[in-house]
């Protein structure tokens, strides 16, 4: 829309300007939302009667399963407010009704989540069935309340696809429950959470996580922090070494300075190890725990230097890991297990819909008119 302004009076000499010539315009635009109420189709399904005197009624589009029903937006919106902007259902339903008219209950709200939770089984399956498959996947668990409780919400990920499952155990129980990981071939990256070291065909531990444990070595002055400074530096400068040979097309480090990385790891080891004796009673202190993990899971800390397909870091899983906690902070806990498990499956499919460049809203949408959207066979 263009609303022309026009001046009436010269601001020089006042004089009136109705039969000037015009020079021009400056534009100046508002950009606003107009007031939004919802629109109503009504499907009128006619009868009509036949010679033979039976009567025949219209047969209802799939969507009208009653007299009246919301549609496909208003369901994606329900979705969308209540996995990805973290709505609980009550404030969910006040916002149905304050920004579109709609004054919907939180059963509905429920029953949309339900729903939405049962279309999307076989987008789980599938997504399940891919992740079996890819070279290098990302896996991390978080701890959630539900109905009063510790549970865990278990994710793992590509750069393309989310997986998240719910469990009231954190370890290997939870993960053959899952029935992800237990298929899974390719090289893993993770934490140092031990249960995870009998998964994938070879495992990579997350460089960014064994930086933040070097770093308070090095705020501690009771010991000796001269090892860890020196291994923050050799993962950090390989990492930097990794990323120039990629943007150079290379494939690989060059032998020379493959092997000098890795004698300087080796040596910050042994120092880490050497500067936090232990007296054989007692706990390890962290610093000794920390060397000793790093001389023991040499391979996995370093799986970076000699395969560029897997990353320094486990932030792919850390990321789609993030936003659960914000949930936690605007909704608080989940009242029950279903209610999770719903949240989780509706949040992975949002989640992996957006890592395709595709609209959350628009997949919800064509989910809830019967074309939920699946994985191209190219990902």
């Known amino acids: 829309m263009i609303v ?35 629109q109503v189709t009504e499907h009128r399904l006619h009868r009509a009667v036949c010679g033979c005197g039976y009567t025949t009624t219209a047969t209802a589009p799939d969507l009208l399963t009653a007299a009246a029903v919301y549609g496909p937006g208003v369901r994606a919106a329900i979705a969308y407010l209540s996995a990805y902007r973290h709505l609980p259902a009550k404030r969910l339903a006040e916002a149905m009704d304050c920004l579109f008219s709609l004054p ?4 509905t709200v429920l029953s949309v989540l339900a729903r ?3 279309g999307l089984e076989s987008f789980e399956t599938q997504v399940k069935d891919h992740l079996a498959t890819v070279p290098v996947a990302h896996a991390d668990e978080s701890g959630v309340r539900v109905a009063g409780k510790l549970h ?29 990981l237990p298929a899974f071939t390719g090289t893993l990256v993770t934490d140092a959470l031990a249960s995870y070291t009998i998964y994938g065909d070879t495992q990579a531990l997350c460089g960014a996580h064994v930086l933040r444990e070097l770093i ?52 910050a080891a042994l120092c880490g190890i050497a500067a936090n004796p232990y007296a054989g009673t007692g706990p390890r202190s962290k610093a000794r725990a920390l060397a ?15 395969d560029f397909s897997v990353p320094f870091d486990n932030n792919q899983a850390e990321r789609d890991l993030r936003m659960i906690k914000v949930q936690q902070k605007v ?32 997949a919800l949408r064509d989910l809830f008119a019967g074309r939920p959207w699946m994985l191209p066979t190219t990902s």
């Not at 010269?10 to 039969?19: A, H, K």
């Not at 865990?152 to 992800?180: E, K, P, S």
Request: glycine share 10%.
């Open 4 to 38: 022309d302004h026009r001046p009436a009076a010269c601001g020089g000499c006042g004089g009136g300007l109705s039969d000037a010539s015009g020079s021009g315009f400056r534009a100046r635009q508002v950009f606003d939302l107009p007031e939004i109420r919802p």
């Open 104 to 107: 919907i209950s939180t059963g």
């Open 116 to 118: 939405a939770h049962d």
């Open 152 to 180: 865990w919400l278990h994710v793992m990920c590509t750069h393309l696809v989310t997986f998240y499952g719910i469990h009231h155990q954190r370890g290997r129980a939870a993960m053959n429950d899952l029935g992800v």
């Open 216 to 267: 308070a070595v090095t705020e501690d002055t009771r010991h000796d922090p001269a090892w860890a400074q020196a291994m923050i530096n050799v993962l950090v400068e390989a990492k930097d070494a990794v990323a120039d040979a990629v943007a150079t097309g290379h494939d690989a480090l060059d032998a020379e300075t493959l092997a000098g990385f890795q004698d300087r790891y080796r040596q």
């Open 292 to 306: 000793m993990r790093l001389g023991v899971r040499t391979t996995e800390y370093q799986r970076y230097m000699v």
């Open 331 to 362: 909704s608080g806990a989940w009242r029950t297990l279903p209610g999770v498990r719903r949240f989780a499956r509706i949040r992975a499919c949002i989640s992996t819909v957006r890592k395709h460049g595709i609209s959350p809203l628009t």
